[in-house]
């Protein structure tokens, strides 16, 4: 079966939510739309307050090429411009608009067309005006994924449907109930890249949902499904392109410069729904999981939306969760508030009863092996760990430790608790800012 090396199989929780069929939420009164909701340039407001807005609308432009558009997801008016905090941590300019309940929208929203009657620069401009970024994670603005330097060179687009954090079910609830539209969407794609095969990528833990796929790409005859391995990082662009392919890339390397591309399912489907359906991106599908809450859901959610009013949908908590993660417990955020806004990576909310990391001791390390045998990108973290704890940045790049990509396998593998990964996290900036500092004194002298 198609996978990687390494790699672990942590237990996937996914019982608790995979059978809750996607709920739409009805948006509250007032709606909070950062400007930094992408990798890249933050967006410009190119809206004041007081201006009367429409659903579907630009109201934070791309700010230079490497950017995304922001789009109000209702009507209403803007009663502010000010910072507000997201789930990074960070303090961000947002607009916040006053929802007047009509959802009165731009002109030609929600009309219908053939994907075959536009230009590939017609695909990609709508792609570009909607807003649409990667949603699996990594909100990589999609229209410049969608413009590699030479289109013929693609040989697979690769739809990541693996889903392999575990709790999450949205993208697999997406595959169950929006099969035709996975399908199309990548049909869009694939339209750019005259010499690609598309591959829709499912782990083996979602049979139904890669045997709804199979059928239903049957007759397209650039389009076929793969089976992968239920393993995590199993989603990774990486390991998936490596699992697919047996194509390698590192972290100086784009997907496309192996000939691939790789796109998350909601990503396909959002540009399906821009490009044929008139309709960009002003949703995300969001798992509500864990011990916390009164019920689980897989839930329809417009961006900008608060946290509060998601939780509401599903009548609460049952008991003070003492832990809750944005995104999967293996890569996501920890939150400490619930008072920030749904944004474009917000593919999950955790929520627990207990803080199962709150008592864990940690211990020397053992030198057991078990970080490398985890590591699905071949590191040594007990290496890197030793010389991220003393900021020796010069062995952390002898070690290839840029090469890391934080998916916490280390961590999770480790029986002496080592913060392997929080550690990694904090070199990556750090030795990429030693690195700057270095080459400007080097040109200085």
Request: include cysteine; aromatic fraction near 6%; glycine fraction near 6%.
């Amino acid at each position: 079966m198609l996978t990687f090396k390494h790699g672990v199989h942590p237990i996937d929780k996914k019982e608790l939510s995979k059978d809750k069929s996607i709920k739409i939420v009805k948006p509250g009164k007032t709606l909070v739309f950062p400007m930094q909701q992408h990798i890249g340039a933050k967006a410009k407001p190119i809206v004041k307050v007081s201006d009367k807005v429409l659903l579907g609308q630009i109201i934070g432009e791309a700010d230079g090429p490497f950017s995304a558009n922001v789009l109000s997801t209702v009507s209403g008016k803007v009663v502010a411009i000010e910072n507000r905090m997201t789930v990074s941590g960070q303090s961000v300019e947002s607009i916040v608009i006053e929802n007047d309940e009509k959802d009165d929208a731009i002109t030609g929203y929600g009309i219908e067309r053939d994907y075959n009657s536009l230009s590939n620069e017609e695909i990609i401009k709508i792609v570009k005006d909607a807003g649409i970024v990667g949603l699996g994670g990594a909100c990589f603005p999609t229209h410049i994924k969608l413009t590699p330097k030479d289109p013929s060179k693609i040989d697979y687009v690769l739809v990541n449907g693996a889903e392999c954090e575990p709790y999450l079910t949205s993208d697999y609830r997406l595959m169950i109930e929006e099969t035709e539209s996975i399908v199309k969407g990548l049909e869009c794609i694939l339209k750019l890249f005259p010499n690609a095969k598309g591959i829709i990528c499912v782990e083996d833990n979602k049979k139904d949902a890669y045997e709804k796929l199979t059928s239903a790409c049957s007759s397209v005859s650039n389009i076929e499904t793969a089976l992968l391995k239920t393993k995590y990082p199993q989603g990774g662009e990486r390991q998936l392109i490596y699992a697919v392919t047996g194509r390698k890339l590192n972290v100086s390397m784009l997907p496309a410069d192996v000939g691939c591309l790789v796109d998350n399912v909601d990503t396909v489907i959002s540009i399906y729904n821009a490009v044929c359906k008139s309709i960009p991106l002003i949703r995300r599908i969001m798992t509500l999981s864990g011990d916390a809450f009164k019920e689980t859901a897989n839930l329809n959610v417009r961006l900008g939306m608060n946290y509060n009013e998601v939780i509401d949908a599903v009548s609460g908590f049952k008991v003070e969760p003492k832990k809750m993660i944005s995104g999967g417990p293996m890569m996501g955020l920890p939150i400490f508030s619930l008072d920030m806004p749904v944004s474009k990576n917000s593919s999950a909310l955790l929520a627990f009863e207990k803080d199962s990391l709150s008592n864990i001791k940690q211990t020397n390390c053992i030198n057991c092996g078990r970080c490398v045998e985890a590591c699905p990108i071949n590191l040594l973290p007990t290496r890197m760990f030793k010389a991220a704890k003393v900021d020796n940045f010069e062995e952390y790049i002898k070690l290839n430790g840029l090469e890391c990509i934080m998916c916490g396998s280390c961590s999770y593998a480790c029986p002496a608790k080592l913060p392997l990964t929080p550690y990694f996290t904090y070199m990556r900036v750090a030795t990429k800012n030693y690195l700057t500092n270095k080459k400007e004194k080097e040109t200085k002298a």
